[in-house]
């Protein structure tokens, strides 16, 4: 998980395609990239903990302090 987030990702997922041998495989190797938003990152604790992820561990996977801003943020 990132929080990188290109806002006009078509035009990034273009760029990759034109200049592959800019990337390693690990972007180009599984098609194009669909981009969460960043309030969507609100909602991954929430999966994690639905699929059985111990609270300590999906606190440590989200950034506990990037969560708490963006709680704070994007209301």
């Given at each position: 998980m990132s929080t990188d987030y290109p806002f006009d990702h078509e035009d990034f997922n273009a760029m990759l395609a034109r200049s592959p041998e800019?990337?390693?495989?690990?972007?180009?190797?599984?098609?194009?990239?669909?981009?969460?938003?960043?309030?969507?990152?609100?909602?991954?604790?929430?999966?994690?903990?639905?699929?059985?992820?111990?609270?300590?561990?999906?606190?440590?996977?989200?950034?506990?302090?990037?969560?708490?801003?963006?709680?704070?943020?994007?209301?």
């Amino acid at each position: 998980m990132s929080t990188d987030y290109p806002f006009d990702h078509e035009d990034f997922n273009a760029m990759l395609a034109r200049s592959p041998e800019l990337f390693p495989d690990c972007y180009t190797g599984w098609g194009p990239i669909n981009f969460m938003p960043p309030e969507g990152l609100l909602t991954v604790e929430d999966a994690l903990l639905s699929r059985g992820y111990p609270r300590d561990a999906v606190i440590a996977i989200t950034g506990g302090n990037f969560r708490r801003v963006a709680a704070q943020v994007w209301q």
